[in-house]
């Protein structure tokens, strides 16, 4: 058993699996805030990435002026789509607004492909060394990168919520819409931050991985590699996402590990997620941390 080889993937599992958790609290927040799941959410992760690159090769801007007009851009990019495609649906059944995300995830899908290609694309070198010694392990310098901007980004989820006036008509919102609104909030302006919230902070996911892999198409595929994240933390929570995220990670290196040491499958850390979906979706459809949701017939 190579234990260093071990300890490795565990590391880079736990620096993943932060950054599957900051997508899975995208997820999470526009459920919260609109009982709607965002099946585009890998789509937004995939925009961000071809933004920034977009910024960084055609224009040859410094990465860090990239990084924040790609945030910009990507918060009126949500705005956008929540006004034009999504505040008109409001009112409608929720298995609509659904299909609706579905097919938005398609015409963006589509419109990558067309603007940019189908093979994946390289971003310009970034940092002066691109990994770094961590007590005797090799690890990549945008990984620890990511691991900062994470625990960032957790941080300021919590004080959002917790300490600003809009974090707080997100979280009355979330508990009953009409008796935030019967106190004044605006829906309609909340759901325009929370989708503006979750592309920014998915284009944040989508530059780290485009630095570490390229960009292309399959990078949308990690919307769907975080939803059992969002399903075993509970859709209705921030914490459990996290914690969904983080353990996914650490799952898919450790189903890496096992598989290549003993097992010799080829896949396994592709369906490992999928597993633990349909093992929690058996045993706690709820989730971790997940309101469970009683009806009365």
């Known amino acids: ?11 880079n599992g736990l620096i993943v699996g932060a950054l599957y958790g900051v997508v ?25 990435a071809w933004v920034c690159w977009f910024f960084l090769t055609k224009y040859q801007i410094p990465f860090f002026l990239g990084f924040l007009m790609t945030l910009a851009f990507m918060v009126a990019f949500g705005i956008l789509i929540q006004v034009v495609v999504l505040r008109p649906m409001i009112g409608e059944p929720v298995i609509s ?11 963006f899908q589509a419109l990558m492909k067309w ?30 990168v ?38 004044g909030i605006s829906i309609r302006s909340v759901f325009a931050m929370a989708w503006a919230i979750s592309a920014a902070v998915s284009a944040v996911a989508g530059v780290v991985v485009g ?20 399903i075993l933390g509970g859709l209705d929570s921030i914490v459990g996402g996290v914690l969904g995220g983080i353990i996914i990670g650490l799952l898919e290196n450790l189903a890496h590990f096992v598989d ?10 592709e369906v490992v997620p999928f597993w633990v979906l349909i093992v929690i979706l058996m045993i706690k459809p709820y989730g971790l941390f997940g309101t469970r949701d009683i009806e009365r017939v």
Not at 2 to 11: A, H, I, K, T
Not at 33 to 41: E, G
Not at 124 to 143: D, H, K
Request: charged share 10%; aromatic share 14%; hydrophobic share 60%.
């Open 24 to 48: 899975a609290m995208c997820f999470v927040l526009i459920y919260k805030a609109s009982q709607v799941v965002n099946f585009a959410q890998g789509e937004f992760v995939l925009i961000g």
């Open 115 to 144: 603007a940019f290609g189908v093979f994946a694309q390289p971003f310009p070198p970034i940092f002066a060394r691109e990994s770094v010694a961590v007590l005797g392990l090799e690890v990549r310098t945008v990984y620890l």
């Open 260 to 269: 290549s040491q003993w097992l010799h499958w080829g896949n396994l850390i």
């Open 1 to 11: 058993m190579d234990w260093g080889l071990f300890v490795q993937l565990m590391v």
């Open 211 to 230: 630095v570490v892999n390229g960009v292309s198409s399959a990078l949308s595929f990690i919307g769907i590699k975080v939803f059992p994240a969002v």
């Open 146 to 183: 990511s691991l900062v901007a994470s625990l960032g980004i957790m941080g300021g989820f919590a004080y959002f919520f917790k300490a600003t006036r809009m974090g707080l008509a997100m979280r009355a919102t979330a508990f009953d819409q009409q008796v935030a609104q019967s106190l």
């Open 97 to 107: 607004v659904i299909m609706v995300t579905i097919g938005l995830s398609i015409v």
